[in-house]
């Protein structure tokens, strides 16, 4: 099935009974929905599972511009809203899983959330901060030399996510920026959200503790 979301043709799948609860599975990085097909099938007894590719993944096309956490948490926000679907149950992986957070913390058309391994939470380690930084300032030189040469410096300084990447991906140069490449943790506007969301959570007595969505 195919869809247009914010001028970006979407391919997506629907899985399971329409009167059942409605499951979005978000794929990570390098991703695609194909990976998920398995998950999908088996909780379409009991749920109607919605699985769709991410801007530049899979079988959906590229993004105009470079996508943020919070320009795909917007995505999936109007993903949702064309289909149609009430109170959905998000599951979220890697990049899947950060986007599912931002986009928990923003709406109130989420019943439930699970993230599987997600990025954004964790702080950078050491070694991180001091790839990218080497990856910003060795950038302007790599740009003049020959495309194998390119690839090597990638392949030693590049991030496992990115290294697993298909063509598509890493053939759009841009197509997302350096903090979704590397994993990095929330966004200062993402993690206000979830802590103002956490917050009234718990002030209602549905969360003990803002560390159940920052996980630590």
């Known amino acids: 099935m195919q869809a247009v979301i914010n001028d970006i043709l979407t391919e997506y799948n629907i899985l399971g009974l329409k009167n059942n609860e409605d ?33 530049g993944f899979g079988g959906s096309s590229l993004p105009p511009k470079p996508y943020n956490t919070e320009m795909y948490a917007k995505f999936i926000k109007n993903f949702i809203e064309k289909l149609g679907l009430r109170k959905v149950i998000l599951i979220g992986h890697s990049l899947g899983g950060k986007i599912s957070i931002c986009l928990s913390a923003g709406s109130t058309n989420i019943k439930k959330l699970f993230l599987i391994a997600p990025s954004g939470i964790e702080n950078k380690s050491v070694i991180t901060i001091v790839k990218i930084i080497l990856v910003k300032i060795l950038k302007v030189f790599l740009f003049w030399l020959p495309l194998k040469i390119r690839q090597k410096y990638v392949y030693l300084l590049g991030s496992r996510d990115y290294l697993n990447a298909g063509e598509k991906q890493k053939n759009k140069e841009g197509n997302n920026t350096d903090k979704e490449k590397y994993g990095t943790v929330l966004n200062s506007p993402c993690r206000n959200k979830v802590r103002n969301r956490a917050e009234a959570d718990r002030g209602q007595g549905q969360c003990e503790d803002s560390k159940h969505w920052f996980g630590g």
Do not use: F
């Open 23 to 55: 499951i979005i599975i978000i794929h990570g990085w390098g991703q695609s929905s194909r990976d998920w097909e398995y998950v999908a099938q088996t909780l379409s007894d009991k749920y109607r599972v919605v699985v769709l590719d991410l801007p």
